[in-house]
T-cell receptor
């Protein structure tokens, strides 16, 4: 079946603009995750959902970052008033898990955000 | 704070030889570990996982070893091929009920033809 998809694949924004990044998880996957990956680094956790509930948003860098998953499927990560330090690859992952012990997460290709 | 790290940032291996990539973790509560492969411009690709009630798990050409005593994880790739060239990350989860993963910084594996 289809894997995790993300759009757009590339986004260039001027500093101060708002951006919205979309994630379509694997069909049937309950949990959805957002990670941020700086160049040459490992992914860093931002937030995650179980169905439509946002269970952990401790990794969001500031209140300019907001994520939602209103119907428990597609998710959107929104960044308001983008800053240059927001430039990174934003990765989305999903897993079958419905609670309890962690399970394998499957990643999308990421959205590369460049803030000028 | 708790972290997951790697001993070697780069590794070059002759094609056909075996590769071993190492990872140290500091969270003694970690009970689930995953190895990912990431090629340039792509998202991390799941390779293999292991839970803390096991010390070894095998997949196709890959083996993961877990040593909880010294908090060490390794990925062994048998008979490496050019397509194995990538950055490899270990990741861990140590909070039951919270599925977030903590990643190391990665090891770049280069296969020499």
């Amino acid at each position: 079946g289809a894997g995790v998809s993300q759009s757009p694949r590339y986004k260039v924004a001027k500093r101060g603009q708002d951006v919205a990044l979309r994630c379509d998880p694997i069909s049937g996957h309950v949990s959805l995750f957002w990670y941020q990956q700086a160049l040459g680094q490992g992914p860093e956790f931002l937030t995650y959902f179980q169905n439509e509930a946002q269970l952990d948003k401790s990794g969001l860098p500031s209140d300019r970052f907001f994520a939602e998953r209103p119907e428990g499927s597609v998710s959107t990560l929104k960044i308001q008033r983008t800053q240059q330090e927001d430039s990174a690859v934003y990765l989305c992952a999903s897993s079958l898990n419905s609670g309890g012990a962690a399970r394998a997460q499957y990643f999308g290709p990421g959205t590369r955000l460049t803030v000028l | 704070g708790e972290s997951v790290g790697l001993h070697l940032p780069t590794l070059s291996v002759q094609e056909g030889d075996n590769s071993i990539i190492n990872c140290a973790y500091s969270n003694s509560a970690s009970d689930y570990f995953i190895w990912y492969k990431q090629e340039s411009g792509k998202g991390p690709q799941f390779i293999i996982d292991i839970r803390s009630n096991m010390d070894k798990r095998q997949g196709q050409r890959v083996t993961v070893l877990l040593n909880k005593t010294v908090k060490h994880l390794s990925l062994q790739i048998a008979a490496t091929q050019p397509g194995d060239s990538a950055v490899y990350f270990c990741a861990e989860n140590g909070d039951f009920g919270n599925e977030k993963l903590t990643f190391g910084t990665g090891t770049r594996l280069t296969i020499i033809p």
